[in-house]
């Protein structure tokens, strides 16, 4: 399973049911982010509407053709405020 991490705004939308992905569903992050759009509309959104930073196993990573695998941990950040 890849695991799904939602910060900030977006774990207030993406459905607590959305916490994994099976890996044969997805093949890189593109992908995945179409997937979840498809799933969760609210939280398909949220992501189109902030620019969102995707961690790859603590790595942050500018390229959403990059593939996924089983294993993996993905963050999704949006951009932090406050004071």
Do not use: Y
Not at 34 to 44: E, F
């Amino acid at each position: 399973m890849i695991r799904l991490v939602f910060l900030g705004r977006l774990g207030e939308v993406a459905p607590a049911n959305l916490a994994t992905v099976a890996p044969e569903m997805v093949a890189t992050l593109s992908q995945l982010k179409d997937w979840l759009s498809q799933c969760a509309p609210h939280l398909g959104q949220a992501l189109r509407d902030v620019p969102t930073r995707l961690v790859v196993n603590h790595t942050l990573i500018h390229d959403l053709m990059t593939p996924i695998f089983d294993g993996d941990e993905i963050a999704f950040l949006p951009p932090m405020s406050g004071g």
